[in-house]
T-cell receptor, first 112, second 114 residues
Framework: ETGVTQTPRHLVMGMTNKKSLKCEQH?????MYWYKQSAKKPLELMFV???????ENNSVPSRFSPECPNSSHLFLHLHTLQPEDSALYLC???????????FGNGTRLTVT | QQQVKQSPQSLIVQKGGISIINCAYE??????FPWYQQFPGKGPALLIA?????SEKKEGRFTISFNKSAKQFSLHIMDSQPGDSATYFC?????????????FGRGTQLTVWP
């Protein structure tokens, strides 16, 4: 496989569930990101990891917990979510400080 | 405060026509301006990008026009095709190692009718 792969593609969860989103990049990049995409809103940067270290947390609620075990894998652990958290969650990677992001196809999350 | 303002929100163009999407910014530290294209069910993908030292960049049917003094840039799609129907996002990022810190516009949904 090439590029950035996200699983699952779709996820429906109740407000009391715990689930995780997975992202894997096959581009040899060292930086990875989580973005939230809601209808008619700009893409919102959530977290940035550089060489497995979190370098940015964009005031994201603690019910979202990221994990980056290595430069190729990124997880987003979800618990006690709210219906307004329903959105498309996009993972991206880049080579260091290069401004070009490579996105996965996202996980469509629905919180019921 | 929205860093990059994009218009229109939606655009309908006839096949063969010109599609124009506009963006404006305030932060003079921005020095890289990419456009991303997103098809339904897919993530955004880089389409074309420009730096402020040039006023225009063309790649095939896609052209970015950049006006540094007005702090505006636009995407022109010549000879628009139904396959161009997608959502387009402009973005901007400041110079230096920004770890991909991009500020996105809200997006423009383009529909090209055959």
């Amino acid at each position: 496989e090439t590029g950035v792969t996200q699983t699952p593609r779709h996820l429906v969860m109740g407000m009391t569930n715990k689930k995780s989103l997975k992202c894997e990049q096959h581009l040899g990049h060292n930086a990875m990101y989580w973005y939230k995409q809601s209808a008619k809103k700009p893409l919102e940067l959530m977290f940035v990891y550089n060489f497995k270290e979190q370098t940015e947390n964009n005031s994201v609620p603690s019910r979202f917990s990221p994990e980056c075990p290595n430069s190729s894998h990124l997880f987003l652990h979800l618990h006690t979510l709210q219906p307004e958290d329903s959105a498309l969650y996009l993972c991206a990677s880049s080579q260091g400080g290069a401004p070009t992001l490579h996105f996965g196809n996202g996980t469509r999350l629905t919180v019921t | 405060q929205q860093q990059v303002k994009q218009s229109p929100q939606s655009l309908i163009v006839q096949k063969g026509g010109i599609s124009i999407i506009n963006c404006a910014y305030e932060n003079t530290a921005f020095d890289y301006f990419p456009w991303y294209q997103q098809f339904p069910g897919k993530g955004p993908a880089l389409l074309i990008a420009i730096r402020p030292d040039v006023s225009e960049k063309k790649e095939g049917r896609f052209t970015i026009s950049f006006n540094k003094s007005a702090k505006q840039f636009s995407l022109h799609i010549m000879d628009s095709q139904p396959g161009d129907s997608a959502t387009y996002f402009c973005a901007a990022t400041p110079g230096g190692s920004t770890l991909g810190r991009l500020y996105f516009g809200r997006g423009t949904q383009l529909t090209v009718w055959p």
